[in-house]
């Protein structure tokens, strides 16, 4: 058993429990070093709401805090986020991020025709094109942050269906569809030039996801 405590909106929630933990790729741990910090809100009545840590050194996957909340009222959730994109997504072409060493920047575009979305990580000197990112399935990005020592980026992203229960299916012939996400971190290791995708979290109705920090 753990025990754990952490500030959510500015009070402090303490709680024991078997914190299940999720193994996967491992990355080099001069290419991600440290913590990606991502929370997962999902919809409907109550809210189910998750905060789980991806270390890539060690390829694994925690959830670090759970909790639920009766309706959107009773919300208790971070108001910060990793800065500058680490939340919003691509709603416009115009998201990008600047590594902390400078040398490079990540742009988020959308293709509106194809429902996906891309990001570019480019040369900040002469705006050449590093490394393209996009996955073969449709997937929306949800947010995007440099590692500590800019030899990394994380992309939060999302793939979707729409649920087919009796309940669903009549919602959709309202003309209101019932969202099923499946939530991923994928790092990008720009030395290699190439993707580590983690799954974070399966079947979350209408999430909402943001990186909250990535921490050395």
Not at 31 to 52: C, F, N, R, T
Not at 105 to 128: F, M, R
Not at 158 to 170: A, C, D, F, M
Not at 172 to 186: C, I, R, Y
């Amino acid at each position: 058993m753990l025990g754990i405590v952490l500030i959510i909106a500015g009070e402090a929630i303490s709680f024991w429990k078997s914190l299940p933990l999720h193994v996967q790729q491992a990355m080099e741990i001069d290419s991600a070093p440290g913590i990606v910090l991502v929370d997962i809100l999902e919809g409907g009545q109550p809210e189910h709401y998750w905060q789980s840590q991806v270390q890539p050194s060690s390829g694994t996957v925690r959830d670090v805090l759970t909790a639920e909340f009766r309706d959107y009222s009773e919300e208790k959730i971070p108001t910060s986020f990793q800065e500058p994109a680490g939340a919003g997504g691509c709603k416009d072409n115009s998201v990008s991020a600047s590594s902390p060493d400078g040398k490079f920047v990540a742009q988020c575009e959308s293709d509106y025709q194809w429902e996906s979305d891309h990001l570019q990580i480019k040369d900040s000197t002469t705006s050449a094109t590093l490394y393209s990112w996009k996955t073969d399935e449709r997937r929306e990005i949800r947010g995007f942050a440099w590692s500590p020592n800019s030899n990394s980026i994380a992309v939060l992203n999302t793939s979707e269906y729409y649920g087919k229960s009796p309940v669903e299916l009549l919602s959709a012939l309202s003309g209101h569809p019932v969202p099923h996400n499946t939530v991923f971190l994928d790092v990008i290791d720009l030395q290699k030039r190439s993707a580590t995708e983690y799954l974070i979290k399966q079947n979350v109705i209408s999430a909402f996801c943001r990186i909250l920090s990535w921490s050395s």
